[in-house]
Every structure is written in structure tokens, then in C-alpha cells.
């Protein structure tokens, strides 16, 4: 005797039939091609433009990012305080933002001393010197320090120069970029270890330079020796290491990033 399996069964049957119906999956199939197909080609499209214009893509969008520390202190100036500080915020996290060595615009010098800053601002705890934002008479700091404006700017640059030259530089050796950052890390290096022996105050062998003295017979001027002033040895150092490191950087990375894109763009091609 047969049974019914009744509408429960019956559905459930059909639910198999469906599922198994080629004739139904080859329709879905056809649906949904033009969608992956016009996915696909937008993807090469971007690929494509990618590989001849990413250069460019980087010299505004980094030069974006170099430039944005210029505009806290002129926020500032305006009156535009809050979008000033979320600058100053975010930047702090790639910089310490001490103001002896940072410049100022709207004030009465580019630079300033630590002893000229504790005038109106007296602490020597880096984490609340680095707070010191400026004020009417002293002007606003650029929002990060003066080694980071010509590491940075130097390696937009670059970039720049790579892109007016149609990117055709080779990569720059090993050695010599080992000898561009050599500057750098000394010049930090013996920074860091003053700061960590006698603080960040006007004391320690960074700040007086004495063995420059001694080096030179003390033939120029003293304030060349002595503290971070903008001119000062001290600032030259930072200036020239900075320029020199973030050119060696461009000079040996872009050619690779380029050679990454090119690559990239083949594939896609």
C-alpha cells in the first residue's frame, strides 16, 4: 500500500528538484556574470592607473600629510583652536614636539630657547614641555619638530623629483644609503643619550659642544656651539642629517615601489 507523504513531503521533494535543476543554476550563473565581469574590470581599471600614476597619487597625498603641521599654527592664529589641537594631537604621534626644537610662526623669533620658553611655560618634564603650543607673543610651533620638517619634506622631495623624471631612477646602493643615514643616527643617537644622562634641560655635551671647541680652537661664534638655536650647530645637524636621510630613502625605496607597481600592472594588463 502506498502512502502520501503529504505537503510536508511533497515540498521537500520539490526543494531537491529545484536545488538539482541545472537548467535553474546555468540562469543564476548568467545573472551574476556581468556583475563579476564589470567587478573585474574595475579592478584591472584601478590596477592599471595604479601602476602609471601611483607616483603622483603619493606626491599629493604625502604632501598632504608633509604640509598639515604648517596649518596648526596658523589655525592657531585664527582663532581656530580645536581643529588646531586635533593637529597638534595627532602628530604628537610621530614626534616629541619639544618646543626648543620646533619652529614658530606669528612670533618674535623662528626658534627659542629653553630658558627663553620656561619664562611662560617652566617645566622640564618632556611629556608637559612638549604641551607648549605657543602663544600670542611667542607665536604657534609647527607641529612637529625641525629634524622631522626636513626628513620628511626631504623624502616628498624626492618623490617629486622621481615622478618630473619619469621614473627612471635605479635604486641607490646599500652603502650609499648606509652613509645617508649614518648622520642621522649619530647625530640622534648622541642626542638621546645626553637627554637620558642630564635631562632635557641646557646641560650635557650636546648642549655646550664642547669637544666641538676643542675641535675647532673655538674659532666661531659661541652661540654657534651652544644650545638648539635655529643656526646653531645643533640645528644644522638636525637640518642637514634630516635632509640627507630622507633622500637617501627615496633614492633607494621608490625605484622599488615602482618596480612593484610596474609589476602589478603587467599582471593586470
Given at each position: 500500500m502506498l502512502h502520501d507523504a503529504g505537503p510536508r513531503g511533497r515540498m521537500g521533494?520539490?526543494?531537491?528538484?529545484?536545488?538539482?535543476?541545472?537548467?535553474?543554476?546555468?540562469?543564476?550563473?548568467?545573472a551574476s556574470s556581468p556583475?563579476?565581469?564589470?567587478?573585474?574590470?574595475?579592478?584591472?581599471?584601478?590596477?592599471?592607473w595604479l601602476a602609471r600614476e601611483w607616483i603622483w597619487a603619493f606626491v599629493l597625498l604625502y604632501g598632504l600629510f608633509v604640509g598639515l603641521p604648517w596649518l596648526a599654527p596658523i589655525l592657531m592664529h585664527l582663532g581656530w583652536e580645536t581643529p588646531a589641537r586635533w593637529l597638534y594631537a595627532f602628530y604628537s604621534l610621530f614626534c616629541h614636539q619639544l618646543p626648543q626644537r620646533s619652529l614658530f610662526l606669528f612670533g618674535l623669533k623662528p626658534m627659542y630657547s629653553l630658558s627663553e620658553i620656561r619664562q611662560v611655560w617652566p617645566?622640564?618634564?618632556?611629556?608637559?614641555?612638549?604641551?607648549?603650543?605657543?602663544?600670542?607673543?611667542?607665536?604657534y610651533k609647527v607641529a612637529w619638530s625641525d629634524r622631522m620638517v626636513?626628513?620628511?619634506?626631504?623624502?616628498?622631495?624626492?618623490?617629486?623629483?622621481?615622478?618630473?623624471?619619469?621614473r627612471r631612477w635605479r635604486p641607490l646602493p646599500w652603502w650609499a644609503l648606509f652613509l645617508l643615514t649614518l648622520p642621522i643616527a649619530l647625530d640622534g643617537t648622541s642626542h638621546l643619550i645626553n637627554d637620558l644622562l642630564y635631562g632635557i634641560g641646557e646641560r650635557g655635551f650636546r648642549y655646550d659642544n664642547a669637544w666641538l671647541v676643542a675641535l675647532t680652537g673655538g674659532r666661531l661664534p659661541e652661540w654657534f656651539y651652544v644650545g638648539d638655536a635655529l643656526g646653531s650647530f645643533n640645528s644644522w645637524m638636525r637640518w642637514i642629517s634630516g635632509v640627507l636621510f630622507?633622500?637617501?630613502?627615496?633614492?633607494?625605496?621608490?625605484?622599488?615601489?615602482?618596480?612593484?607597481?610596474?609589476?602589478l600592472g603587467e599582471t593586470e594588463a
Open positions: 521533494k520539490t526543494r531537491q528538484l529545484r536545488r538539482m535543476d541545472p537548467g535553474e543554476v546555468s540562469m543564476a550563473s548568467s556583475r563579476i565581469a564589470a567587478a573585474s574590470d574595475r579592478t584591472g581599471r584601478l590596477s592599471r617645566y622640564e618634564d618632556p611629556l608637559q614641555l612638549r604641551a607648549f603650543i605657543g602663544d600670542p607673543v611667542f607665536g626636513s626628513t620628511y619634506t626631504s623624502f616628498w622631495l624626492a618623490a617629486l623629483l622621481f615622478a618630473l623624471s619619469g630622507g633622500l637617501g630613502a627615496g633614492g633607494f625605496s621608490l625605484p622599488y615601489v615602482d618596480r612593484s607597481f610596474r609589476e
